[in-house]
């Protein structure tokens, strides 16, 4: 069961979903309040049911999960499931009173740190941060990759950026320019087949959301804005979550689509037939879209395929010739 919060006001993150956890009656008190005050979309654990599935869903699903009870509980819990830093879940431990509450894994880049902090205020908890950049309030390239909707290519850079940091000297940066015309710290870039493993390198477009859109020919501005505005707001996504526009390369001149990138101010991201028609995940199949195109569904397969893989929000939708899909980030 999911409790849908959507209608809180007070804070209002209407596409994250979040497992919550508890062994006691005062755990469950807690976990209420929480509920009741922030406007996520809320998993509740069923207690008496198998602790260690509810875990590992949200390992595979790669949504939040808040324990309330012992840190011990927890870390034996999802033992089992942690693997990589940049892809494991935040794990998030709060005590049965609300009095602490404890990032566990994925501080940073999975967003655990800010979640915390976002808790304890809304339960008047005390937020026990431990990640070293955070508490000597030095420069994260991880918060600095998740806040800026960017994946980290190669980890090792992390650690280097990360102690030079906290030694107090300036990070610099390049976006786009490959190789960057003096030596920086990070390359922010949308190809980073040459940065090799000398600099931290992020690339554009891995996490947040993206709208996919195939349309016949002609549709105007007017009309595919109309459209995206009624999808958008009939599933609760407001457009500043949206990072970027998809679609397959032979609509790249397609008037309303150009014009409606370039009035929202977003990207504009294209993929040939063969791409997209090779992007994994279970997409809805048009015979008469293959025809035309050359591959099977344009909108759901170009979302997914801008950000590197992710998980439909919003499934193809149909409207007088035009499809809009929005996808999500893992």
Same mark, same amino acid.
């Given at each position: 069961m999911v409790a849908d919060l959507n209608n809180k006001e007070k804070r209002n993150d209407k596409t994250t979903i979040? =497992?919550?956890?508890?062994?006691?009656?005062?755990?469950?008190? $807690?976990?209420?309040r929480i509920v009741d005050e922030l406007a996520y979309r809320f998993v509740p654990y069923k207690r008496g049911t198998p602790i260690m599935e509810f875990c590992q869903e949200a390992f595979q699903e790669k949504t939040p999960l808040?324990?309330?009870?012992a840190v011990?509980?927890?870390?034996?819990?999802?033992?089992?499931?942690?693997?990589?830093k940049l892809q494991d879940p935040p794990i998030i431990v709060i005590d049965e009173l609300g009095i602490h509450v404890i990032p566990i894994l994925s501080g940073h880049y999975g967003g655990a740190n800010e979640?915390?902090?976002?808790?304890?205020?809304?339960?008047?908890?005390?937020?026990?941060? #431990?990640?070293?950049?955070? /508490?000597?309030?030095?420069?994260?390239?991880?918060?600095f990759a998740r806040e800026k909707n960017l994946r980290i290519i190669n980890r090792e850079g992390i650690a280097k950026v990360s102690t030079k940091a906290l030694t107090g000297k300036p990070i610099t940066i390049s976006v786009?320019?490959?190789?960057?015309?003096?030596?920086?710290d990070v390359i922010v870039t949308d190809d980073v087949s040459d940065c090799g493993k000398s600099k931290l390198a992020l690339s554009f477009i891995d996490s947040g959301m993206v709208m996919g859109i195939g349309c016949r020919r002609g549709k105007s501005y007017e009309e595919l804005r109309a459209f995206m505005e009624e999808v958008l707001e009939e599933n609760? /996504?407001?457009?500043?979550? /949206?990072?970027? /526009?998809?679609?397959?390369?032979?609509?790249?001149s397609e008037e309303g689509i150009v014009k409606l990138s370039r009035e929202l101010s977003l990207p $504009?991201?294209?993929?040939?037939?063969?791409? $997209?028609?090779?992007?994994?995940?279970?997409y809805s199949s048009s015979d008469f879209v293959r025809d035309? #195109?050359?591959?099977?569904?344009?909108?759901? =397969?170009?979302a997914v395929a801008a950000l590197g893989g992710g998980r439909l929000l919003v499934k193809k939708i149909a409207k007088d010739g035009m499809t809009i899909a929005v996808a999500l980030g893992y």
């Open positions: 979040i =497992r919550i956890c508890y062994f006691t009656d005062k755990g469950e008190d $807690l976990a209420k808040v324990f309330i009870g011990g509980i927890a870390v034996r819990t999802i033992s089992p499931f942690v693997k990589d979640l915390s902090v976002e808790i304890a205020e809304a339960i008047d908890g005390i937020p026990i941060i #431990t990640t070293a950049t955070d /508490i000597n309030n030095a420069f994260s390239v991880d918060v786009k320019h490959y190789p960057p015309k003096e030596n920086v609760n /996504i407001h457009i500043k979550d /949206i990072m970027a /526009i998809a679609t397959i390369d032979i609509k790249e $504009l991201i294209t993929f040939d037939s063969e791409t $997209l028609q090779e992007t994994e995940g279970d035309k #195109t050359g591959v099977d569904n344009v909108c759901e =397969r170009a």
